[in-house]
């Protein structure tokens, strides 16, 4: 469906908004989508994206500013985010050996038995706005965002 037909402007639109809008509503489609599959599991995708993160880290501890580094969304307030972590014991908080002021963060065996259960859903999911596009269009989509973006 085209963007007009979604948002039904009074008057022809510049194609910037235009593609901006774009953007901003298949952002959106996504994020919705993205919630429904991980409602059910009483994560926030910010939450689900640390998780990501230190499964990343194959057992190596990370700290509070390496994950925030890596955050899609750079806004998450990441000390809110562990902590609900550690709260549903997906995640283990220690302080660092070497530096007592720095704490480290690293998934526990439940974090990643939650991740295996996802990671078909997510793949799923990922595959399902994928479909109609070749591999090269793909391709191009990105170097474009990419682009946009930068």
Do not use: W
Request: charged share 30%; proline share 5%; glycine share 2%.
């Amino acid at each position: 469906m085209r963007i007009e037909e979604i948002i039904k402007p009074n008057t022809p639109m510049a194609m910037e908004k235009k593609t901006l809008l774009n953007v901003l509503y298949t952002q959106n489609v996504i994020s919705e989508k993205f919630n429904e599959i991980l409602k059910p599991f009483d994560l926030s995708p910010e939450q689900f994206n640390v998780l990501r993160i230190l499964r990343g880290q194959k057992g190596k501890p990370a700290n509070m500013c390496m994950i925030q580094e890596r955050m899609i969304a750079k806004t998450s307030n990441t000390t809110r985010l562990v902590d609900k972590l550690l709260l549903k014991e997906l995640v283990l908080r220690e302080v660092c050996p070497i530096n007592r002021r720095k704490m480290e963060i690293t998934i526990t065996e439940k974090g990643l038995e939650l991740l295996l259960q996802l990671d078909p859903l997510v793949e799923a999911h990922e595959q399902s706005f994928s479909k109609n596009l070749s591999v090269a269009e793909l391709e191009l989509l990105n170097e474009l965002l990419e682009k946009f973006r930068n």
